[in-house]
């Protein structure tokens, strides 16, 4: 007698090893993709904190009289994501659209002349989630503090949940 086909059990015993392998993949590919999504944001805000550093160096040679940054004190200046120049993302990977009238980068120079101190660079990004009305259902926050003013910090930092 010739044999077609495969056995009910041997489908069985396929489909029971592949669930088990999907069980144990699937958490992998879940944790990859969230990284992901958090390295795209972080990459962001990287991105929009040379911008701004950029736009302090020429604004502070050209004084700040008439600028979009915003005089905190004479030695603290900011600026919001909405006053950056060039492509700003309007929403983070998550698809959470950014708050660009609270989320700001603020420049503090050292109020000694005399010291090597460099300035301090703090980000500050936030997006959020709405729904149909526009209240917000979830946020998510960056904030930051580099010392060094070259935006290394920014790629130590993790993203909250925040409302």
Request: net charge negative.
């Amino acid at each position: 007698m010739k044999r077609n086909g495969f056995t009910l059990v041997e489908l069985i015993a396929v489909l029971v090893i592949l669930s088990i392998i999907g069980m144990l993949a699937a958490p992998n590919i879940i944790n990859l993709m969230q990284t992901g999504k958090e390295g795209s944001f972080i990459s962001d805000a990287e991105e929009m904190v040379s911008t701004a550093t950029y736009m302090y160096k020429i604004q502070s040679a050209r004084g700040f009289e008439e600028s979009a940054f915003e005089e905190i004190s004479q030695y603290q200046h900011r600026i919001y994501m909405k006053d950056l120049t060039g492509t700003i993302p309007e929403s983070d990977p998550y698809g959470y659209t950014y708050d660009t009238s609270n989320s700001y980068i603020s420049f503090e120079e050292p109020d000694d002349t005399e010291t090597t101190e460099t300035r301090t660079v703090k980000a500050y990004f936030k997006s959020c989630k709405k729904d149909e009305s526009g209240s917000i259902i979830k946020c998510h926050c960056i904030n930051a503090t580099d010392e060094n003013a070259d935006a290394t910090n920014i790629k130590n930092s993790y993203i909250v949940d925040c409302n």
